[in-house]
């Protein structure tokens, strides 16, 4: 039998091989655009600023945030993904700035505080509850004391979250949790401060718009 995290894979590595997943595949989010904004005013611009995109797909707002001059690593679980992130148009000045690699967030291979700034678009409403702790331990390892954290995950009122509301469902295989915004709280409270919280709705979807601020002085303990 396999296990949940090898049903996600399997279920992403479908969705890149069929080219048919249900989030765009070139367009950024303009709410991410409007949080990556606010990290530049809060810190004085992108230039020289580090940021991972953590589970990037196919390098959409890796290519956003480069375009904005911050200096990104891209890295997501799925070669497919990664290669075509890696095969996306971009002005050749960019390349210096732009970078992808394969990797899985529960192994990033990167120094402690390796960087100032980590998005996430997607990637934590695909990971099990269980798996929250070692999330969590897995930002605050590579994020900067004082690091933001721009994070986008499934809302409650998404439609999937349907007549049951049950907070998580599979689908096709695919791990998914619909987040209140009392569920962020409980997650990230202890560990990070919410600077901006925003849902959207649009048609059947909702989603969560976060940007947080790492503590300078975080609790190693994590909440289960
Ligand atoms: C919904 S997609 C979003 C992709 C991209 N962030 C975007 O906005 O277009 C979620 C992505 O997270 C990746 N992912 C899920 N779990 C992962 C893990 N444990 N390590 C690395 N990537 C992961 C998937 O392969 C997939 O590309």
Known sequence: MRSAYEENRRYFRQAYESGRH???????????ARNLTHVTRLGGGASGVRLLDLGCGEG???LLAAKMGFFVVGVDYELL????AQDQARPPDLKPLLHFLVGDLY??????????????????????RADWPYYLAAVENVLKPGGYLLLSVFSTAFESFGPQKRSWHLAHGAYRRFFTAQDLHALFDGHFDFLNLEEEREDKRGFWHALLRRQSHCPRTVKA
């Open 22 to 32: 249900g989030w765009a595949a070139v367009e950024p989010s303009p709410y991410v």
């Open 60 to 62: 959409r707002h890796s």
């Open 81 to 84: 993904a990664v290669v075509r």
């Open 107 to 128: 192994a990033l291979p990167f120094r402690p505080c390796s960087f100032d700034a980590l998005l996430d678009y997607g990637c934590l409403h695909h990971q099990r």
